[in-house]
């Protein structure tokens, strides 16, 4: 592995960092302020409106991104081929969502969700004059001008949202935070990153990276629809309210989790695609990655899940310790979800994508039976269950097909895997039993704890972390 090489990957993961802290940690800040401003229905609202916004973005991305980022030899001709389509398709989805928005509000008998969704879908098509910029800042490694660009976007956003909120605007607070956020990063891209140049469409590179994207775009389109479909159920078969409170646990637990999906899945696959030639140099840095990734998911699946309600009350206040049992649930689910990724990786690397889609397809299967017991039993406790229960079935089975295709795997790493389980459940009995002190202590002690406990099960230790510099 070449020099460049590895501090690429040292800069991106740092700069990657850094971007994600400023735009999740604006993003957080303002979800605290607006939390107190507006009411667990407006969240609903929003949460309602944003599952088609996030279905409608799935489909437009159709996985080319990350078709034109393994493809080291991609050309002009072949970014304003995807450009086109992208656009095309982003300009149909947001027709559609604007004659369906009726629909959608008689469903919920809310009709205020109608012009919510006809102005929410006007970011389908802002995003797609920034798609393309998007996707060479990530080839190219360079994660500090798209750290930079994108705080600043988020930045001026939420000012202007918590703005809105402050002048009586409701939920269109919420829904100007996400347009303004579109809209700036577009600017930024443009400004600094350039245009397009000469638009073309070329059908011959449009199958090529077509034939990537179809499974990753399915497989995509499945994960988003489950992944926010609880949020639709909760709205119609139990209560709004029901939904703010997803809504904002699920924000809340999206800022460790998107941290660390976004280091894997921006600087981790374009650093091992790059890499994928070097088999035995791929297979120790794969290795010695994903096992480090496994055991920050874990302590961040801990804290959330331990300090639950203190977190809720700390950072949203006491309207909101409902959602407690909620950010519960995304604490395990998060973690067995960044296990998934860390796998998926290896199909997206050796253009082995239809293997997610069948994975992805068994995981569905597995949920919309979890979804029909909690519903015909109109329980929302074993609703949730059904939801854990979907997350560790679907890594149990994503890792089994992914150590039997690349056997260079082995079960290492789901030793380390319930390791980090066997060291979470301790933690969780300490805490519920003999940590009994004040929030803050209680926290450094449980992250004390779970380091050493980390050393003593032969996780990781110091003289592996000094040798990862050593890779060359």
Excluded at 151 to 165: Q, V
């Amino acid at each position: 592995m070449s020099s460049n090489l590895y501090k690429s990957l040292l800069s991106g993961t740092l700069w990657t960092l850094i971007g994600q802290f400023g735009y999740l940690g604006i993003t957080l800040i303002a979800n605290i302020i607006l939390a107190r401003i507006l009411s667990p229905e407006e969240f609903g609202q929003l949460g309602i409106v944003f599952f088609f916004i996030v279905i409608s973005r799935v489909l437009t991305e159709s996985g080319l991104g990350g078709a034109l980022i393994r493809n080291n030899n991609a050309t002009n001709i072949d970014f304003s081929t995807i450009f086109i389509f992208n656009l095309a398709v982003s300009v149909f989805l947001c027709l559609l969502l604007i004659v369906s928005s009726g629909i959608i509000a008689d469903f919920y008998d809310d009709q205020s969700l109608k012009n919510l969704l006809i102005a929410s879908s006007f970011i389908l098509i802002i995003n797609a004059f920034q798609f393309v910029q998007n996707v060479k800042i990530t080839r190219s490694m360079r994660f500090k001008q798209k750290s930079i660009y994108e705080f600043f976007a988020i930045l001026t956003s939420a000012s202007i949202s918590i703005y809105l909120a402050l002048q009586g605007l409701g939920v269109w607070s919420l829904v100007a935070m996400q347009l303004i956020t579109a809209f700036n990063i577009t600017v930024l891209f443009w400004f600094f990153e350039g245009g397009h140049g000469k638009l073309i469409f070329n059908k011959a590179s449009f199958k090529y990276h077509y034939k990537f994207g179809i499974n990753t775009t399915i497989a995509s389109i499945l994960n988003s629809v489950f992944d926010n479909i609880y949020q639709v159920i909760l709205a119609k078969y139990f209560t709004i309210t029901q939904t703010g409170l997803y809504y904002q646990a699920k924000k809340l637990q999206d800022v460790p989790v998107g941290i660390i999906n976004k280091l894997t899945q921006s600087v981790l696959f374009s650093f091992l695609s790059k890499s994928q030639e070097d088999k035995e140099m791929f297979k120790k840095t794969y290795e010695q990655t994903v096992r480090l990734f496994t055991v920050v998911s874990g302590l961040v699946a801990v804290l959330l899940y331990t300090f639950a309600y203190d977190i809720i009350l700390l950072v949203l206040g006491k309207q909101w310790v409902s959602a407690t049992f909620f950010l519960e649930i995304f604490s395990i689910v998060g973690f067995f979800y960044l296990q998934e990724m860390f796998n998926r990786i290896l199909f997206k690397i050796y253009n082995d994508t239809k293997y997610i889609l069948y994975l992805e397809v068994i995981k569905k299967i597995i949920q919309i039976i979890s979804i029909i017991v909690g519903l015909v039993w109109n329980n929302l406790s074993l609703l949730m269950y059904g939801f854990v229960l979907t997350s560790v079935l679907s890594y149990l089975i994503n890792f089994s097909y992914t150590n039997k295709k690349y056997t260079f795997i082995g079960n290492k790493e789901l030793i380390s895997v319930i390791k980090v389980i066997l060291i979470g459940l301790l933690l969780s009995f300490l805490n519920e039993y003999i940590y009994k002190f004040n929030f803050l202590f209680d926290i450094l002690i449980t992250i004390l704890s779970y380091l050493v406990l980390v050393i003593i099960f032969k996780l990781f230790s110091i003289n592996e972390i000094k040798n990862l510099r050593r890779i060359r």
